[in-house]
């Protein structure tokens, strides 16, 4: 309660916060706005049975199980990231753009451009899917029609994009990871709601057990988001005029999980995309397509050959994030021009490759734990039985480290004002 007061008194960050909460009640007023013409029963009835839509839907901050403006939510601007991300590694000239503050900027911009094409690419697969889908949720539409509602939901991610930029320039969280954590925070009630609806005493243990798994899994998402390895420079001592400089000792932290949760998104689309084209096929004329297309189809919807190729791919993507993101090579060049060393390694190769080793370690970790946290709504689902209370270990993972980012930057801001005096 203190530290509440102390921010409600610093009046810009107070004024900082309350603009934030308003562009996320904005967002949410957004999100039941519905494109008109659309089956809304048999809309959620087709979320409920397909875990890719039900994972593009918490991304897109619960916008797309109620078709509405924003029904791609931030997706598209996450995946034109992702692909300018793993640019930087394949393109030399964008990997030196990344490492001046020019250069992000327009990469940032490049990044707001290909989030158009891409929405305008997406929205029109998933009113494709959805038309074609068994549920009769869009009856017979036109082509002016389609068009009209494409270009509706490629504003709606623009404009999603624009209020995360706003919420981001306030320095209390990251923009775009806080509305997919308002539209994971909306569902809470509903799922309260329907485990009240649908409560009886039988089931009492069972949602102490669902309790006290959840409270474990925030504490693991804890620990590992902050958990590091710091591994100790010492810096040379330097002389100038006859005095001495330098010769300080301190530490390289290495992050247990430097991936996030980007590792799950890369998994999920991989493994469910052959599903969704598949969808595409199941009704072709050419019979070997049909059968190959049910085949795919069927293979995964088979939980354990499921639940095994998303456990690996999630450990696999979470070392491939890794090497993206942490370079062990320009660390130890950069550590040796500096003057600094690791005690016991040599500098340069040596310090490279012993920096390479330690990550490949803790990344293990890492990635177990992402992985047990991708699959643990199937764990609990072949436990328990019951589907309405499967914990998301994805949507706990971004809650819990949006809530971390957060509460940071706002305690940096009250120490940067302490400093200052206010």
Do not use: C
């Amino acid at each position: 309660m203190e530290k509440l007061l102390k921010i409600w008194r610093i009046r810009e960050l107070r004024n900082n916060i309350l603009f934030v909460i308003a562009m996320l009640v904005i967002f949410r007023l957004a999100a039941h706005l519905p494109v008109p013409g659309v089956n809304a029963q048999a809309l959620r009835d087709l979320f409920a049975s397909n875990q890719f839509l039900g994972l593009m839907n918490l991304f897109s901050g619960g916008g797309m199980q109620n078709f509405s403006i924003v029904m791609m939510g931030v997706a598209p601007y996450i995946t034109a990231s992702i692909i300018f991300q793993l640019l930087g590694m394949i393109v030399p000239s964008i990997e030196e753009m990344n490492k001046e503050e020019a250069g992000r900027q327009k990469i940032n911009m490049w990044t707001r451009w290909a989030t158009v094409p891409l929405a305008v690419i997406q929205s029109y697969g998933m009113i494709a899917l959805l038309r074609r889908s068994s549920y009769q949720i869009l009856g017979s539409i036109d082509w002016l029609n389609y068009v009209t509602i494409i270009v509706t939901i490629t504003a709606g991610t623009v404009f999603l994009m624009w209020l995360g930029e706003l919420i981001t320039e306030r320095k209390t969280g990251n923009g775009i990871s806080m509305l997919i954590f308002a539209g994971i925070i909306a569902g809470v009630p509903q799922s309260i709601q329907q485990l009240i609806l649908t409560y009886d005493s039988s089931k009492l243990f069972m949602v102490i057990g669902f309790v006290v798994i959840a409270i474990l899994t925030i504490v693991g998402v804890i620990y590992i988001s902050e958990g590091q390895r710091n591994i100790p420079v010492q810096y040379a001592r330097q002389m100038h005029g006859g005095h001495s400089y330098g010769g300080s000792t301190t530490h390289l932290p290495l992050r247990v999980n430097m991936a996030g949760v980007i590792p799950i998104i890369f998994a999920v689309s991989v493994i469910l995309f052959p599903s969704m084209i598949a969808q595409f096929f199941v009704t072709s004329k050419v019979s070997w397509l049909a059968k190959a297309s049910t085949w795919v189809i069927g293979l995964l919807a088979n939980q354990w050959f499921y639940g095994i190729s998303y456990f690996i791919l999630v450990v696999a993507f979470t070392y491939f994030y890794t090497e993206v993101v942490f370079h062990p090579n320009q660390v130890a060049e950069n550590l040796q021009k500096q003057g600094g060393f690791v005690p016991g390694i040599r500098p340069g190769q040596q310090t490279s490759r012993y920096l390479s080793g330690v990550l490949h370690k803790i990344t293990l970790a890492g990635a177990l734990f992402l992985g047990i946290i991708a699959i643990l709504p199937l764990i609990m689902k072949s436990i328990t039985g019951m589907q309405s209370l499967a914990i998301g270990g994805t949507s706990l993972l971004i809650v819990v480290s949006v809530v971390i980012e957060t509460v940071k930057q706002i305690e940096a801001q009250m120490t940067m004002r302490q400093y200052d005096g206010y």
